[in-house]
């Protein structure tokens, strides 16, 4: 798990470009602490730049950029590739030659091999670079599910990428803001892919490849993603019986690694399921990090215990307390890289981590995602209703004065994002143009111009499940949870989000997969006999922190007087009345410290 930043341009002498590129991966350092380097190719005036943070093959063989023993294809890479020894034992059996016991390695052979047929073979979390020095081509490609970042720039003949948006300013590459982002901002509580803060800084697309021509600087993105025949699976049995087999093989290939692991422990269904499977591989001992609360109302103890009793390792505990918010504060502002409503809690989690000497832990990520775990599984049922009605009607949730009405308002829009935003939104156009002193039109334009949500119209759980995986998850919780933790040095793995998981959880009929009360009930009944009753017979609550009360209390945050514009101070008012959610507030905090 690494950063990764280059540039192939022919605008640029040498030196410049070896100097933007050297920047860039000294802004992106804290993601690598142990080692850099930078590959420069005289004939394509190329260079690729990398920290790396050591965990397969630790020694001095696993530095990047890397190349195979005869120099015909160079690599740039982030992230960790699960199946790699079976790879390896594919590529040798081929002839392939290795000079080390990196996964980094198996990629370039693979790709020598198979071509980009190579990629859909992966299996794991990765952004990489490519030079196939034969071709003369550079390949940036990002992982099935978006795990790790990639960013580009691809204009006047020059192609740049980098793992955060950060790099391209610290190497002067673009330092433009794109105008509409606080649009974006304050309707999704983050910046949905593929925008980002600066203009003409694009994410790369899950599961795509972008190939770029060095000789001409033209270039084309391409899924590398092979679709397969699945045989649904309607016997619950069945589907049990295929979900614990799935995830303890899981569990057991993300635990791989030669740097020290462990597992974040919350307290809910999701973690406390990935610390007792994981406890099961009898080989290895991991450390569990929890984090507890002096507000009773968030304190999980009760519930990390019931856990941390059945298994082995050692296991951390952290207080985390108002002043450490009020301490850490400014560092998590900075080390967000773009603007978002969420990552606090990863941020803290990692930091520990990192203070208790793991380089790699598992998360629950995904699980609420694949199985319905969020109320929106239950609530777009009276969105198919509220869409029945004429569409004028839902602008009259512009005179609501209850928020939770006021998201209504985005029904007026005949749009599938609409639908979303109306689960998922932070603030409704209305408010966002008062917000940012602009016209409605122009912000409805800015919101409604591009359709990247397919019109799936269904209004069951599998249109809620594309909702939440492709969008919240995509675009800030995946997002936030690498730029946060990375920010520490500490790589985090998904194992709910292994592609063969989410083959088999897709599989599976609706019926059986999101069946309800207790939410997520077909994967804790699928784990019945090691999971306990008292982590899932409970009220869901999340990885949550007292953010309620401590932004009420810090000094900025509930000065109205340092907001611009009567509508955000009355939003600051509000909050200290209890009547307006932190998110909201968060999201206009930031507002004011970028616009």
């Known amino acids: 798990m690494c950063r990764i930043a280059g540039i192939v341009t022919k605008l640029l002498t040498k030196d410049t470009i070896l100097t933007r590129v050297s920047l860039m991966c000294q802004s992106l350092a804290h993601g690598g602490p142990d080692d850099e380097g930078i590959f420069y190719d005289e004939r394509s005036n190329l260079a690729f730049g990398h920290r790396r943070l050591a965990i397969i093959d630790l020694s001095s063989k696993g530095h990047q950029p890397m190349a195979d023993v005869k120099e015909r294809a160079w690599i740039t890479f982030n992230g960790e590739i699960y199946n790699y020894r079976e790879l390896k034992r594919e590529l040798l059996a081929k002839g392939a030659q290795f000079h080390s016991q990196t996964d980094t390695e198996v990629i370039i052979n693979g790709y020598l091999y198979w071509g980009t047929e190579c990629f859909n073979k992966l299996r794991g979390i990765f952004a990489l670079a490519l030079y196939d020095v034969e071709k003369n081509i550079t390949l940036l490609v990002r992982d099935s599910t978006g795990v790790k970042p990639l960013y580009y720039q691809a204009a006047q003949d020059s192609l740049t990428f980098a793992s955060e948006i950060k790099a391209f300013k610290a190497g002067g590459i673009e330092t433009d803001a794109d105008e509409t982002w606080p649009i974006k901002f304050l309707a999704f509580g983050h910046i949905p892919e593929p925008y980002t803060t600066l203009k003409n800084i694009l994410s790369l697309a899950k599961g795509r490849f972008l190939s770029w021509n060095n000789q001409n600087g033209t270039f084309f993105t391409e899924s590398y993603l092979r ?3 699945k045989i649904g699976i309607t016997n619950t049995a069945t589907a049990r019986s295929s979900i614990r087999n799935v995830l303890k093989m899981a569990v057991k ?24 499977l994981a406890d099961g591989e009898r080989d290895r001992q991991l450390k569990t990090i929890s984090i507890y609360f002096d507000e009773h109302a968030y304190d999980e103890r009760i519930y990390q215990n019931a856990v941390l009793q059945k298994i082995r390792g050692e296991k951390f505990a952290h207080l985390v307390r108002q002043e450490d918010f009020e301490l850490y504060f400014p560092r998590i502002l900075s080390d967000m890289d773009m603007p978002t409503t969420d990552g606090i809690n990863t941020w803290f989690i990692s930091k520990y981590a990192h203070e208790n000497g793991l380089k790699a832990v598992l998360s629950g990520l995904g699980a609420d995602e694949l199985f319905g775990g969020y109320p929106s599984f239950n609530r777009i049922k009276y969105l198919r209703l509220l869409r029945k009605f004429p569409s004028f009607l839902a602008g009259a949730a512009n005179y609501f004065h ?35 002193d602009a016209d409605e039109r ?4 800015i919101l409604f111009k591009d359709c990247f949500v397919p019109d799936l119209n269904s209004y069951d759980e599998n249109h809620a499940g ?3 995986v ?24 998904v194992p709910f989000l292994d592609e063969n998981f989410q083959q088999m959880a897709n599989r599976i009929s609706p019926e059986i997969r999101f069946s309800k009360k207790p939410p997520k009930k077909f ?12 982590i ?20 900025e945050i509930s000065n109205e007087t340092l907001y611009k514009g009567k509508f955000s101070q009355n939003a600051i008012t509000k909050f200290k009345n209890g009547q307006m959610h932190w998110s909201k507030v968060f999201a206009l905090y930031q507002i004011q410290l970028h616009v």
């Open 523 to 534: 994967l804790i009944d699928s784990f019945a006999e090691i999971l306990p009753e008292k």
């Open 536 to 555: 899932w017979n409970r009220p869901k609550m999340g990885f949550t922190f007292p953010l309620q009360e401590w932004m009420s209390r810090h000094e």
């Open 402 to 436: 209850a928020d939770r009405y006021r998201k209504i308002a985005f029904l007026r829009h005949d749009h599938p994002l609409a639908d979303y935003l109306m689960l998922r939104g932070l603030f409704v156009p209305a408010d966002i143009a008062k917000a940012l």
């Open 470 to 493: 492709n969008l919240y998850m995509q675009n800030q919780l995946l997002r936030d949870t690498d730029v946060m933790s990375m920010s520490h040095g500490l790589e985090v793995r």
């Open 227 to 229: 679709t397969e025949d």
């Open 442 to 445: 122009q912000v409805n334009e």
């Open 466 to 468: 594309w909702f939440e």
């Open 253 to 276: 290939r993300q635990l791989i690694a030669d740097a020290p692991i462990g597992v974040f422990l919350s307290g809910g269904v999701d973690s406390s399921l990935l610390s007792l």
